[in-house]
């Protein structure tokens, strides 16, 4: 029980934190907004739909990988409190009390992963700009991707931020990691008309099976050339890349605090 209230807790402070700082809400949601709306009208006459596809604009084709890119921002933003609160005392604070590190894990994660849940879905309100309609199937869908994607993004933002000293080096890791995965998900271009060793990285990625996973909620199921895989495929993939990024974060923070 002690250790259910710490991981309440934790969450419910994560969700506070992002109440009082309404700047976070701006950069996870314009950011990717502006981004959408200038590459999606600045590539719109000259998008070439994957084989298969019949009529889709590069606005629609964009707007899961726009969903990613939301809940990549709101990884950053949730667990860079990691970094700053090693220096105001507050993580030493938590790792002393008789309560399980792991807590520490979860109770982070859990907030990070509903409130990059919320922003996204709240991108679901731009859906009648591009004519999709998922019907509740397909909104369910796309909701259980944001929850084990926003997962996997946020503790692999919180095995990062364990071992970081300043916010800076946060940044720079952070971006290594998170953005590739972005860029070679399919996000931003078919994977039939990329080069084959782009190609292979896309298909070796499990982020590309989540924005496959979007792509299939936001269609209603229908028939998504884009599409990596199947529904089910590209949910046990985003599930199983989410397992194996919390054990990871679990993993760190089980190690000695202050080993180099």
Excluded at 39 to 67: H, M
Aim: hydrophobic fraction near 55%.
């Amino acid at each position: 029980m002690t250790t259910l209230r710490t991981i309440g807790a934790l969450t419910a402070r994560e969700m506070l934190k992002f109440v009082r700082d309404r700047s976070r809400v701006l950069g996870a949601l314009a950011q990717p907004l502006a981004l959408w709306l200038l590459l999606g009208l600045g590539f719109q006459n000259t998008f070439q739909p994957p084989q298969g596809g019949v009529g889709e604009s590069y606005v629609a084709f964009l707007f899961p990988g726009i969903l990613a890119l939301v809940l990549l921002f709101t990884a950053i933003f949730s667990t860079i409190s990691i970094v700053e609160e090693r220096d105001s005392g507050f993580l030493q604070a938590v790792l002393v009390a008789p309560t399980p590190r792991t807590a520490l894990v979860f109770g982070t994660t859990l907030g990070g992963t509903l409130l990059a849940t919320v922003q996204a879905l709240l991108f679901l309100g731009a859906l009648p700009l591009v004519d999709l309609a998922p019907g509740w199937l397909g909104v369910g869908m796309v909701t259980a991707v944001c929850l084990l994607m926003g997962l996997a993004f946020t503790a692999l933002g919180f095995a990062i931020a364990w071992r970081m000293d300043t916010t800076r080096g946060f940044h720079a890791i952070m971006n290594l990691f998170l953005l590739p995965l972005w860029f070679l998900s399919g996000a931003m271009f078919p994977v039939e008309g990329a080069a084959p060793v782009l190609q292979v990285f896309v298909w070796a990625n499990p982020v590309s099976y989540a924005v496959s996973g979007l792509r299939h909620g936001l269609h209603g199921f229908a028939e998504t050339p884009a599409a990596l895989a199947g529904p089910g495929v590209c949910l046990a993939v985003t599930g199983g890349f989410a397992l194996l990024m919390m054990g990871v974060a679990v993993w760190q923070v089980r190690r000695p605090f202050f080993q180099a």
